[in-house]
């Protein structure tokens, strides 16, 4: 039985109104560093996206771990305030994945020739878009919110599977799309030490602004899900 909470604040609490502010301005001085980076030797100019595709794969997969430690959460606890993160991060997780998934299209098409290619690393990453797409779907054709949320709870967990698979496919299955810009398995990166900062700065601004939305999002959240005690 869902128990009903207390009343949420009436306004934005001053970390999220900061994460957003300094993620925003972080992302104009990341917009700074893309636009003025070196060349890269083969590619020329076309390169700079990689920083913010990278960036924004990341922050995807942050909001994946999110997904699964609220959706856990939730399972243990049965508060409705998990449930309702954890739905926030799969939103979150469709936002940059889909950019990332925009991205690498834009990108490719330049350097591949065509928009997209069904090899590993698309595939994989288009895998876990559409898995949380149908996280949205099945939370849309349960109208039991106990039974809505044990079952979304049950996505977020095995979802993030894929999350590990998408990340080594490019080791795994060698094909069109480069290795890892930074392996996780190895320690070794493959970026030129004069691009670092630009792709580093804009994974900061990016992780700012991830949490910020996150807050934001859990912010309304609770203010629609308190609105619908009270009429209810």
């Known amino acids: 039985m869902q128990t009903l909470e207390r009343t949420p604040t009436t306004r934005l609490d001053g970390l999220t109104l900061a994460l ?3 993620g925003t301005l ?3 001085v990341a917009l ?3 636009l003025t980076s070196p060349p890269e030797v083969s590619q020329g100019y076309v ?3 990689v920083f913010v595709h990278i960036s924004t794969a ?3 997969y942050l909001a994946c771990f999110g997904c ?3 959706s856990v959460a939730y399972l243990v606890t049965r508060k409705p305030a998990h449930d309702r993160m954890a739905a926030v991060m799969a939103e979150l997780i469709l936002l940059f994945m889909g950019l990332t998934l925009v991205q690498g299209m834009l990108y490719a098409r330049p350097t591949w020739g065509v928009y997209w290619e069904w090899e590993p690393r698309l595939t994989t990453t288009a895998i876990l878009f559409a898995v949380y797409v149908g996280y949205f779907v099945l939370r849309a054709a349960i109208e039991d919110p106990e039974l809505r949320a044990k079952a979304a ?3 977020g967990i095995l979802g ?3 999350v590990p698979i998408s990340y080594m496919s490019v080791i795994w299955w060698r094909s069109l799309h480069q290795v890892q810009s930074f392996n996780l398995t190895t320690g070794k990166s493959q970026f030129d030490p004069a691009m670092l900062p630009a792709l580093l700065v804009t994974l900061t601004a990016l992780t700012l602004l991830f949490f910020g939305f996150a807050r934001f999002k859990g912010y309304l959240a609770a203010q629609s899900a308190h609105k619908e005690v009270m009429d209810g």
């Open 20 to 22: 957003l502010g300094t």
């Open 26 to 28: 972080a992302f104009l």
């Open 32 to 34: 700074y560093f893309v």
């Open 47 to 49: 390169y700079r996206i």
């Open 58 to 60: 990341w922050v995807g």
């Open 68 to 70: 699964l430690a609220y």
């Open 153 to 155: 709870a049950a996505v």
């Open 160 to 162: 993030v599977i894929n």
